[in-house]
Nanobody, 123 residues
């Protein structure tokens, strides 16, 4: 599976962005998918994950209630809708796929990674 993340950019605090992650491969629907992010000087952290059918969904504590993960298996694409963005959301965002139908917040359980897309939130 190859993953291509897009949709990052510069946005003011309080604004919204939608990230997309396009996947190649005919078995995309059998993979759980996750989003992670990494800010400068910090470790990569879990943002959100979704099961193969669209559920369950899991969120990191700092984004719960503001971000929504979804997927469209007919388009081999998943999304991360980010609302009420804060400067501390600034990071490179990565999508990842896990060879399992059940999602996880653990980085080491993901088998495929996209190249990342930069999100910058100005105050």
């Amino acid at each position: 599976v190859q993953l291509q993340a897009s949709g990052g950019g510069l946005v003011q605090a309080g604004g919204s962005l939608r990230l997309s992650c396009a996947a190649s491969g005919r078995t995309f629907s059998s993979y759980a998918i996750g989003w992670f992010r990494q800010a400068p000087g910090k470790e990569r952290e879990f943002v959100a994950a979704i099961g193969w059918s669209g559920s369950p969904t899991f969120y990191g504590g700092s984004v719960k209630g503001r971000f929504t993960i979804s997927r469209d298996n007919t388009k081999n694409t998943m999304y991360l809708q980010m609302n009420s963005l804060k400067p501390e959301d600034t990071a490179v965002y990565y999508c990842a796929a896990k060879r399992s139908t059940w999602p996880s917040g653990r980085l080491d359980e993901y088998d495929y990674w996209g190249q990342g897309t930069q999100v910058t939130v100005s105050s």
